[in-house]
């Protein structure tokens, strides 16, 4: 079955200091993947997806995130962390198999809280 | 261009009431999509309409929910009657085509309290 773990509820990071938020994630054909961010009291914002090609991608607000087929993994990175940063992030995948539905399965989410 | 509309922003009603939500799409995005959000928790697919088609309602609870798109742009989700449960927030959600690799544009979203 297609599933999505994003394993911290939360994550610290001082400001100025690299961030990483986690996301593996368990399909059967080929996966496309999202990164979508949601500030207090707002809707989701789409940051970056790997669809093909290049396994690093670049995205908004200087994230980027690293597609890893062999661990099934889509971790968002940043170099420096903002206050600005502090929100809700949520990871989502598509398994494009031949046996799929084709929905778009959501992470519960991770926390991020940059302090200064 | 114009974000995704929704409104109202907040509701409270009592269980058992009947409610309703309404929703604009950006501007020529033919896929509309409704979500339920409960606090802690990812959204959730509730409709996804391909201009005014249904393309995957099978996460809606058709005894109470129901959802349309009349003329292919706007929607209504309504909910009747509303249990304690409903109480969350509604996302909606609109996408170009409907693409597998389009992302999806989200609007602020309707937050619904239940008393």
């Known amino acids: 079955a297609q599933s999505v773990a994003q394993p911290e509820d939360q994550v610290n990071v001082a400001e100025g200091n690299p961030l990483t938020v986690k996301c593996t994630y368990s399909?059967?054909?080929?996966?496309?993947l999202f990164w979508y961010v949601q500030y207090p009291n707002r809707g989701l914002q789409f940051l970056l997806k790997y669809i093909t090609g290049d396994n690093l991608v670049k995205g908004s607000y200087g994230f980027e995130a690293e597609f890893n087929k062999s661990q099934t993994s889509f971790h968002l990175k940043k170099p420096s962390a903002l206050v600005s940063d502090s929100a809700l992030y949520f990871c989502a995948v598509r398994d494009m198999g031949w046996d799929s539905n084709y929905q778009l399965i959501w992470g519960a989410g991770t926390k991020l809280i940059i302090k200064p | 261009e114009a974000g995704v509309a929704q409104s109202p922003r907040y509701k409270i009603i009592e269980k058992r009431q009947s409610v309703a939500f309404w929703c604009n799409p950006i501007?020529?995005?033919?896929?509309l999509y409704w979500y339920q959000q409960i606090l802690g928790q990812g959204p959730k697919l509730l409709i996804q309409f391909q201009n005014n088609g249904v393309v995957d309602d099978s996460q809606l609870p058709k005894d109470r929910f129901s959802a349309e798109r009349l003329k292919g742009v706007d929607s209504t989700l309504k909910i009747q009657p509303a249990k304690l449960e409903d109480s969350a927030v509604y996302l909606c959600a609109s996408s170009l085509d409907g693409t597998d690799n389009q992302p999806q544009h989200f609007g602020d979203g309707t937050r619904l309290s239940i008393l």
């Open positions: 399909v059967s054909g080929n996966p496309y």
């Open positions: 501007s020529g995005h033919a896929t």
